[in-house]
């Protein structure tokens, strides 16, 4: 199961919950670690979750679209989460300092003769912050990568050493389906989030994901997995999740 699963399973058990309840088609999960109680997982591996989503930080809240039946709504409205979503709750909710889309891919990583199947992850800079991740070398992505579409990746750190053993990554090229990457940065190790290893993953600007990888474009606009969001302290997190809610809501007609 990875982390897409272990959030979506999370945000089906919380409904339950008045201060977690989960959207009508999409659901809010609080990085925090009573979230944990409702996955139904054994109590060793409980534990572990629970010191997982506690290094998240009380702050982080991940929103998730909904199952597939939740999503049939009326055909005249959005079905899942867009790249709209992330900046109209950037833009209109004043309870939350950092946001940060993203749409996952597993993909076929290349480099010269070797190649591995990993989770790739098309995001914005703000994932950095939001996600508790830090450079080891290079860069993250940035804003011009976005606005250019550019093929930069910046690799886990797992992945860098497999590809690059006691070399330097950075400016190295490699591939990820059919399209050619730069490298610009590697990240410090990070270990696994519920039983997901976040040092094995790519990053690359989510426009570039959208436009070059997977092409997960709809009516409605960019199509992302979830969007990560940063509450600006923990006293703010009940008014950050129920702003969210009620602009979702709007947004999504539900």
Same mark, same amino acid.
């Given at each position: 199961?990875?982390?897409?699963?272990?959030?979506?399973?999370?945000?089906?058990?919380?409904?339950?919950?008045?201060?977690?309840?989960?959207l009508t088609m999409l659901g809010i999960v609080i990085g925090n670690a009573s979230v944990i109680a409702t996955i139904g997982i054994g109590q060793g591996a409980q534990k572990l979750a629970e010191e997982q989503f506690e290094a998240l930080g009380p702050n982080v809240m991940f929103v998730v679209p909904g199952s597939e039946e939740s999503r049939r709504t009326?055909?005249?409205?959005?079905?899942? *989460?867009?790249? =709209?979503? +992330?900046?109209?709750?950037?833009?209109?909710?004043?309870? #939350?300092?950092?946001?940060?889309?993203?749409i996952n891919q597993t993909a076929v990583i290349t480099y010269r003769d070797r190649n591995v199947n990993e989770s790739v992850i098309g995001t914005t800079p703000e994932f950095l912050k939001v996600r508790s991740f830090a450079i080891d070398k290079g860069r993250f992505i940035n804003q011009i990568d976005l606005k250019r579409?550019?093929?930069?990746?910046? *690799?886990?750190? =797992?992945? +860098?050493?497999?590809?690059?053993?006691?070399?330097?990554? #950075?400016?190295k090229q490699l591939r990820i389906k059919n399209t050619n990457f730069e490298t610009v940065?590697?990240?410090?190790?990070?270990?696994?989030?519920?039983?997901?290893?976040?040092?094995?993953?790519a990053f690359i600007p989510l426009t570039t994901m959208a436009n070059r990888i997977v092409g997960q474009t709809s009516p409605y606009g960019l199509e992302v997995s979830w969007i990560n969001v940063t509450a600006k302290n923990e006293a703010s997190i009940r008014a950050a999740k129920f702003q969210i809610e009620n602009l979702l809501r709007l947004r999504h007609k539900i």
């Open positions: 199961m990875n982390i897409f699963e272990s959030l979506k399973m999370a945000s089906s058990t919380l409904v339950s919950n008045k201060l977690r309840s989960s009326q055909f005249d409205m959005p079905k899942t *989460l867009v790249l =709209e979503d +992330a900046r109209a709750i950037a833009a209109q909710v004043p309870t #939350i300092s950092e946001v940060a889309p993203q579409n550019t093929r930069v990746v910046v *690799l886990g750190a =797992e992945l +860098a050493e497999k590809f690059f053993p006691n070399q330097n990554p #950075i400016g940065g590697v990240l410090k190790a990070k270990g696994s989030f519920l039983g997901d290893n976040q040092d094995k993953k």
